[in-house]
C-alpha cells in the first residue's frame, strides 16, 4: 500500500499571510443620530438604491435612442426634461429632484457597500493571496468572474458616472470635447463620442454596468426577500439577464454610430 | 486501477495560536477513485511510517451525512466535485504529476485548531441562540448538515445558508407568531454576530454536500422584514 517513503520536500515554509487574520478593522463611525445598522438593513438600503438606479438608467438608455431621430428631436429632449411639469412647476424642477434622489442613493449605495464591505472582509478572515488555479471543472469563465466582481463593476461605474457628468453635463475640459456648448445635447454627444477612446471607454463601462446589473437585479430580490421561490428566481434570472443586455446593448450602439458616422 | 503521482501541499499549523505554513508531500499511489481524506489517511501513514506527527483533520462518517469533515482543495471548500463533502470528493479532476493544495476550511467563524481541523461552534452558538433542539430539529428537516462549508466558500465569510435554511424550516415548529418572531430574532442577531454579508454568489450552494438551494438565502431578509414590521393581519403561527 504504502510502500512509497514520505518526502516531507521542504521544512514548513515561513508563514504566508495567508492565514494571518486581518487586522481589526476599525468601527466605521456612525453618526450618533443613527442606529447601529444591521447588515440585513444595510443590505436593503443597497437593494432600494439598487433598484432606483436599476430603472434609471432604462429609462436613461430609452433616452439616450432618440439620438436616432436627429439632432432636432433629440434636443427638443433635452430641453423638455428641463421645462417637464411647466408650466405648473418652475424650470428644472423634475430634473433637479431627479437628480437629488440619484444623488441621495448614491451616497446609500456607495455608503452601505463600503461597511458591508468591511464586515465581509473582517469575517472571511483572510487577506487572500490568490490561490491556486481552481480545479478542473471548477474554473470560472471570465462572464463569470466579472458579474460576480459587484465591486470592481460598481468602481467602473462610479469612476465613469463621475465622467460623464464632467462631459457631457458640466462640460468641464479635458473631460468633454473642446467645442462643448450647453444646451446642444446632440453636437456635445457626437463630439464626445466621436473620441476613440471615450467611446472605448462608454462600451467598457456598458460591459461593467450588464454585468452588475444582470448579478444585482436577482441580488434586490434576495434582500428583500421575496427570492424564496425556486421558479420565480430562475425567470428573475431570466429577465435581469435580458435586462442588463438591452441597456448595454442599446447604449453601446451609439459610440459604434458615431464612430461609423451613421450618427453625425 | 491505475494510479498517477500527486504533490500534496498541505497546511500544518502546530496549534490554534502557532502561525502555519505549507508542507509537501509526495504521494506516488494516488488514483482517481481516493477520496480526498484517503488521500490525507495516505499521507498519514507516510508519515507514522517515518515516525512524524501526523496530520490533523476532521473525520466523521465518512458517508457525506455527518458534517464534521471539510478541507479546502486549491481554494474550493470540500473538494474539486460540486455538492459532496471531503469524504465523498473524488481526485477524478486531476492528473499524474499534477500539485494539489490543501487548506483548513477558512473563515473568521472557524478558527483552526490544529492543521486542517477547525472550530464549528460558531454554527452551534447561532443554533443554540434559536432553542438548541428546536434549531437542530429545523436544520434536519431543511437538510442541513451544518458542516460550514457555505461560511467557507464564501468570500464575505457568510453563512447564509445555513442560516437561510434554519429560518426557512423554524417558522413551522413555532407554537405561535410570537414564538418564531422571538426565535428568529434571536437567530438573526446571532448570525449577525458570527458571519457577514450575503452577497448572493452562490459559491455555497455549488459546495453544500446536502444540495441546499439559493432559495434559502432569501429567508434571512424575509424573516427580518417580518419582525420589523409588526403583522397587520394574524397569520397561521
Known amino acids: ?264 | 486501477m491505475s494510479t498517477f503521482s500527486l504533490t500534496v501541499d498541505v497546511w500544518r499549523q502546530p496549534s490554534p495560536d502557532d502561525p502555519g505554513g505549507f508542507t509537501t508531500y509526495d504521494v506516488p499511489d494516488a488514483g482517481p477513485d481516493m477520496t480526498v481524506l484517503e488521500l490525507l489517511d495516505r499521507i498519514n501513514a507516510q508519515l507514522e511510517a517515518a515516525g512524524e506527527e501526523p496530520v490533523a483533520f476532521d473525520d466523521g462518517c465518512r458517508e457525506g451525512v455527518c458534517g464534521k469533515c471539510g478541507v479546502t482543495v486549491d481554494g474550493v471548500a470540500h473538494g474539486p466535485e460540486r455538492n459532496a463533502a471531503s469524504c465523498m470528493q473524488h481526485l477524478g479532476a486531476y492528473r499524474d504529476g499534477d500539485r494539489v493544495r490543501i487548506e483548513p476550511l477558512r473563515a473568521a467563524s472557524l478558527p483552526v485548531k490544529q492543521d486542517l481541523s477547525v472550530d464549528k461552534k460558531a454554527l452551534r452558538r447561532v443554533a443554540k441562540a434559536g432553542k438548541f433542539p428546536v434549531a437542530m430539529k429545523a436544520l434536519a428537516n431543511g437538510g442541513c448538515i451544518s458542516c460550514g462549508a457555505c461560511i467557507s466558500s464564501c468570500p464575505n465569510g457568510s453563512g447564509q445558508l445555513f442560516v437561510g435554511t434554519m429560518l426557512r424550516e423554524l417558522p413551522p415548529l413555532a407554537k405561535n407568531d410570537d414564538e418564531r418572531r422571538d426565535r428568529s430574532a434571536k437567530v438573526l442577531a446571532a448570525a449577525e454576530d458570527e458571519f457577514g454579508p450575503c452577497s448572493l454568489l452562490g459559491d455555497c450552494v455549488e459546495v453544500c454536500p446536502a444540495g441546499l438551494p439559493v432559495e434559502n438565502l432569501s429567508a434571512v431578509a424575509r424573516e427580518n422584514l417580518r419582525n420589523r414590521f409588526p403583522r397587520r393581519a394574524p397569520e397561521g403561527g
Open chain 1, 1 to 264: 500500500m504504502s510502500s512509497s517513503p514520505t518526502t516531507p520536500a521542504t521544512a514548513p515554509r515561513p508563514a504566508p499571510s495567508r492565514r494571518r487574520p486581518l487586522p481589526e478593522l476599525p468601527r466605521i463611525a456612525v453618526p450618533a443620530a443613527l442606529p447601529e445598522l444591521s447588515t440585513t438593513d444595510l443590505k436593503l438600503g443597497m437593494a432600494g438604491s439598487g433598484a432606483v438606479f436599476s430603472g434609471y438608467v432604462l429609462v436613461h438608455m430609452l433616452g439616450n435612442l432618440k439620438v436616432y431621430q436627429g439632432a432636432e428631436k433629440f434636443d427638443a429632449y433635452a430641453e423638455f426634461l428641463r421645462t417637464a411639469g411647466a408650466p405648473v412647476l418652475p424650470r428644472g424642477t423634475v430634473l433637479w429632484t431627479a437628480r437629488g434622489v440619484l444623488s441621495a442613493c448614491l451616497v446609500v449605495h456607495v455608503g452601505a457597500a463600503g461597511v458591508l464591505t468591511a464586515r465581509a472582509w473582517r469575517a472571511n478572515g483572510t487577506l487572500l493571496a490568490r490561490g491556486p488555479r481552481r480545479p478542473r471543472g471548477r474554473r470560472r469563465s471570465p462572464w463569470e468572474v466579472l458579474r460576480r466582481s459587484m465591486r470592481s463593476t460598481g468602481g467602473v461605474l462610479g469612476l465613469f458616472t463621475a465622467f460623464h457628468v464632467l462631459d457631457l453635463t458640466l462640460g468641464a475640459r479635458p473631460a468633454a470635447a473642446r467645442d462643448f456648448a450647453h444646451g446642444s445635447a446632440y453636437a456635445n454627444l457626437v463630439a464626445s463620442l466621436s473620441r476613440p477612446p471615450v467611446a472605448l471607454a462608454y462600451a467598457v463601462s456598458m460591459a461593467a454596468l450588464a454585468a452588475h446589473l444582470v448579478h444585482g437585479i436577482p441580488e434586490i430580490a434576495n434582500d428583500v426577500g421575496v427570492g424564496c421561490d425556486r421558479r420565480f428566481q430562475r425567470r428573475l434570472r431570466i429577465a435581469a439577464n435580458a435586462f442588463g443586455a438591452v441597456v448595454a446593448a442599446g447604449n453601446t450602439t451609439i459610440p459604434v454610430a458615431v464612430l461609423t458616422r451613421a450618427v453625425r
